[in-house]
């Protein structure tokens, strides 16, 4: 480190840049509004997400005024995972694929990130790492336990970065100032986690595999969304072909329930994401040849396999040409335009998203 703030902050192991922010601005003693303000005084930052990566003049500000380098502060960023996992650029996405969405409002969150309380009470210096805004990480491999993504006393999502001066340290609640590290635990789904260290394993190697095909890290996480896809709207039933389909692989259609307000991986609460994701692993480790059985048992034609809204992986397609019917041929029930009332899942999935505006609303 070079010569910068007079109290010198260094990063942690794998520590998120706005948890550096937070935890710099509390060891100078003031609010890291103001810490910010200082090093930026034109620009909000946390009217935005920081952690998507900053610009290179902002960049340079802050390795200018915190003595660590360009470098080292690039590392932080999540922009270098999500460019290996997405097609395309990143520019084209409002919410990047399989990093948590903030859902940023001004200065506030509807959530995104998460933490293992163990770990906390652990750190010398409490800090939020980056495996903590991967969608696919819930729980801790070290702990075994699942992450939290909320103050379990007042149910306000994290938001180290509106933390003010007298906290002391990132372990606290922004919202109630309740210790983060004194709540209980809950062990997370084995088949979660082993799906969330092949999803590492992929990142770190660059190579995925399905069955005896090798995969590049961007082709293994589209497999895996598309196989989200088909786990969602089975899901949505309680009974029919993809019903049958996922019994066929041996996963538990009971436990198997749709997220209560229907929004992307990347906006659900971790106990939905390690649902699914447990059944994904599922899925996954079948291969291709127990994925084609349970397909042909189950009596799929193509269309129940191929969705308008998502290209189907080079990986299933010699599958998808091997089964009956035509493209589109059941994928997706008809538009009722009558008039009639809605569903009853539908309407509950629309009062679940006005709770969870109106929950960020009243903070």
């Known amino acids: 480190m070079n010569e910068g703030w007079a109290l010198p902050v260094a990063l942690q192991p794998d520590e998120l840049l706005s948890s550096w922010l937070a935890r710099a601005a509390l060891t100078q003693g003031c609010d890291p509004l103001v810490l910010t303000g200082s090093i930026w005084p034109s620009w909000r930052v946390w009217a935005r997400d920081p952690d998507r990566g900053l610009s290179k003049a902002q960049v340079d500000a802050l390795a200018s ?23 395309g650029p990143l520019e084209s996405y409002a919410i990047w694929p399989w990093i948590l969405a903030q859902g940023t409002r001004n200065r506030m969150r509807h959530g995104g990130l998460q933490y293992c309380p163990i770990c906390l009470k652990e750190d010398g210096k409490p800090y939020f790492r980056r495996q903590w805004r ?10 075994g336990v699942l992450l939290a993504d909320r103050c379990t006393h007042c149910h306000a999502p994290l938001e180290p970065h509106r933390l003010s001066a007298e906290d002391g340290h990132l372990a606290r609640c922004a919202t109630c100032v309740s210790d983060l590290r004194q709540v209980d635990t809950l062990p997370v789904v084995e088949s979660a986690l082993t799906f969330q260290n092949t999803a590492d394993d992929v990142l770190t190697t660059g190579v995925g595999v399905y069955g005896t095909t090798q995969l590049s890290p961007a082709d293994w996480f589209e497999l895996s969304r598309y196989f989200l896809t088909i786990l969602r709207k089975a899901s949505l039933t309680q009974s ?50 127990g994925f084609r059985a349970a397909t042909h048992a189950a ?13 189907v992986p080079a990986s299933v397609l010699t599958l998808l040409e091997s089964l009956p019917g035509q493209i589109g041929i059941g994928s997706y029930p008809a538009r009722d335009k009558s008039g009639a009332p809605r569903s009853k899942q539908t309407v509950m999935r629309m009062h679940a998203r006005l709770l969870r505006r109106m929950n960020a609303a009243s903070r």
Request: glycine fraction near 8%; proline fraction near 6%; charge should be positive.
């Open 240 to 289: 029919g072909k993809l019903r049958a389909l996922i019994r066929e692989l041996g996963i538990n259609s009971v436990q198997l329930n749709p997220p209560a307000t229907g929004l992307p991986l990347e906006l659900l609460p971790v106990g939905e994401r390690m649902q699914l994701l447990s059944a994904l692993w599922r899925l996954l480790s079948a291969g291709p040849e």
């Open 299 to 311: 009596l799929l034609t193509r269309g129940y396999l191929h969705h308008t809204k998502q290209p």
């Open 134 to 143: 991967l969608a696919w990480h819930t729980g801790c491999v070290k702990h």
């Open 65 to 87: 005024v915190s003595g660590i380098d360009t470098s080292t502060l690039h590392t932080t960023s999540l922009r270098t995972t999500a460019a290996t996992i997405a097609r």
